[in-house]
């Protein structure tokens, strides 16, 4: 079965330093994986994702993540934590419900908290 | 761009009243799902559509159902409301293509009391 998991569930970094948030998966085949952040009362909102190619992918508000295959990971990244980074990160790969599409199966979150 | 919205934002709910949550998208997206998300979990599907007059059980469909009458509106019902169902709703679509990015609504808060 697939599954994502998130080893954390708070993250705590001081501003102006580097974060990572850890996921690491468990697909048949090959994982599409996304990264998704939450705001407190929102939305998730899109922040990069791993189809094929590069190991290394930039998303959005200076954000990346490194697929590894080896160690079935996708950890998110960031040289420079700002306070306005702090919110609820969601690690997730595509199912299987739709056919050819899929659903995404979440990771349960990661608090990130960034102190000036 | 409206994107996906989703109404009512906040709910309170008797055990066993009914309602429906509204999903709309104007993106043209075929494929639309709803999820639940329950505190320090993840989401979790609960039905989706691959297109107008397709729909399909998640992996937690129990006390719902959906319909899909145009390519734009996605509502999930709520038949017999029971404290369990009290969690935070999100539809979300996506295009056709397998890799392509699902996008969410604000979500909608239901309280069962």
């Known amino acids: 079965a697939q599954s994502v998991a998130q080893p954390e569930d708070q993250v705590n970094v001081a501003e102006g330093n580097p974060l990572t948030v850890k996921c690491t998966y468990s697909?048949?085949?090959?994982?599409?994986l996304f990264w998704y952040v939450q705001y407190p009362n929102r939305g998730l909102q899109f922040l990069l994702k791993?189809?094929?190619?590069?190991?290394l992918v930039k998303g959005s508000y200076g954000f990346e993540a490194e697929f590894n295959k080896s160690q079935t990971s996708f950890h998110l990244k960031k040289p420079s934590a700002l306070v306005s980074d702090s919110a609820l990160y969601f690690c997730?790969?595509?199912?299987?419900?739709?056919?050819?599409?899929?659903?995404?199966?979440f990771g349960k979150g990661t608090k990130l908290s960034v102190k000036p | 761009n409206a994107g996906v919205t989703q109404t009512p934002k906040f709910r309170i709910l008797k055990i066993g009243q009914s309602m429906t949550l509204q999903c709309a998208q104007d993106?043209?997206?075929?494929?639309m799902y709803w999820y639940r998300q329950d505190p320090g979990m993840g989401l979790k599907l609960i039905y989706y559509?691959?297109?107008?007059?397709?729909?399909d059980k998640g992996e937690v469909p129990n006390g719902y159902n959906v319909s899909r009458s145009t390519t734009e509106d996605f509502p999930l019902r709520l038949e017999l409301a029971a404290p369990s169902q009290t969690s935070v709703y999100f539809c979300?679509?996506?295009?056709?293509?397998?890799?392509?990015?699902?996008?969410f609504g604000p979500g909608t808060r239901l309280l069962v009391l």
């Open positions: 993106m043209n997206h075929n494929y």
């Open positions: 559509s691959v297109g107008a007059g397709i729909t």
């Open positions: 791993y189809i094929t190619g590069d190991n």
């Open positions: 979300a679509s996506s295009s056709r293509d397998r890799g392509e990015t699902q996008y």
């Open positions: 697909v048949s085949g090959n994982p599409y």
């Open positions: 997730a790969v595509r199912g299987n419900y739709g056919g050819s599409q899929g659903n995404l199966i």
